[in-house]
C-alpha cells in the first residue's frame, strides 16, 4: 500500500536557527514526489517536485533532496515568516493510471523570532 | 493566471442537511480533486476527474457523497445527509493531467464546512 510519513508532526526553532524535515514514502513506482506549504485557513501552496532520487530543488531558505526512500526539506536560517505546514505528498507511477497524490499527514513548523 | 476558484468559503450546517461546494479550476487544467482536510491530517483523495470522466472515487462515501463535472471544467461536491465526522476543509485542486511531465496540482483556498 502507497503510504507517506512525516517528521517530526511539530518543529519550533528559534529564527536562524536550520532544521530539517523528513517523508519517508513507500509507493510502486515513484512517479513525483511534492512539497506543498498550508498557512492556517488557506490551501496548500505548491513549492516542489522531485522526480528521481538524488535530485534537488532550492527556492530561498529552503531546499528539498531526494532519495529511494525519503525527501528531506532543509530549511536554512529561518524567519518567522517560515512559520506553516509543510506538506509532503507522492504520485505513483507503475501501480496507478491515475495519478493520485497521497499526502503525509504535514509538518508545523514555527519559527520564533 | 487565476488560480483554483471555491465557494463558498465557510458553511455550517445541521446534521441530516444538504450541502454543495463549487469549484472552477485553472483554465485548460484536465485533472480536478477534491480533497478532505480534517483538522491536524494532511489531504484525503476524495475524487479525481480527468476532463469530465472520474477515474478514482475510492474513497468517496457513496452513500452520501456525490461529485460531478460539467463539460470537463467547473466541478460540484454534494453531501446529503451530513454526518458531524464531515466537519473538514474541502479543498479542490487541478493539474494539467497525469500523463504530463509537469502534474503539481495547484489548491483553491478550501471550503470550512462545519456541521452541529
Known amino acids: 500500500e502507497d503510504q507517506v510519513t512525516q517528521s517530526p508532526e511539530a518543529l519550533r526553532l528559534q529564527e536562524g536557527e536550520s532544521s530539517s524535515l523528513n517523508c519517508s514514502y513507500t509507493v510502486s513506482g515513484l512517479r513525483g514526489l511534492f512539497w506543498y506549504r498550508q498557512d492556517p485557513g488557506k490551501g496548500p501552496e505548491f513549492l516542489f517536485t522531485l522526480y528521481s532520487a538524488g535530485e534537488e530543488k532550492e527556492k530561498e531558505r529552503l531546499k528539498a533532496t531526494l532519495t529511494k526512500k525519503e525527501s528531506f526539506l532543509h530549511i536554512t536560517a529561518p524567519k518567522p515568516e517560515d512559520s506553516a505546514t509543510y506538506l509532503c505528498?507522492?504520485?505513483?507511477?507503475?501501480?496507478?493510471?491515475?495519478?493520485?497524490?497521497?499526502f503525509g499527514q504535514g509538518t508545523t513548523l514555527q519559527v520564533k523570532p | 493566471e487565476a488560480g483554483v476558484a471555491q465557494s463558498p468559503r465557510y458553511k455550517i450546517i445541521e446534521k441530516r442537511q444538504s450541502v454543495a461546494f463549487w469549484c472552477n479550476p485553472i483554465?485548460?487544467?484536465?485533472?480536478l480533486y477534491w480533497y478532505q482536510q480534517i483538522l491536524g491530517q494532511g489531504p484525503k483523495l476524495l475524487i479525481q476527474f480527468q476532463n469530465n470522466g472520474v477515474v478514482d472515487d475510492s474513497q468517496l462515501p457513496k452513500d452520501r457523497f456525490s461529485a460531478e463535472r460539467l463539460k470537463g471544467v467547473d466541478s460540484t461536491l454534494k453531501i446529503q445527509p451530513a454526518k458531524l465526522e464531515d466537519s473538514a476543509v474541502y479543498l479542490c485542486a487541478s493539474s494539467p493531467g497525469w500523463h504530463t511531465r509537469n502534474t503539481e496540482a495547484f489548491f483553491g483556498q478550501g471550503t470550512r464546512l462545519t456541521v452541529v
Open positions: 483554465s485548460g487544467h484536465a485533472t
Open positions: 505528498a507522492v504520485q505513483a507511477g507503475v501501480s496507478s493510471n491515475t495519478g493520485k497524490l497521497i
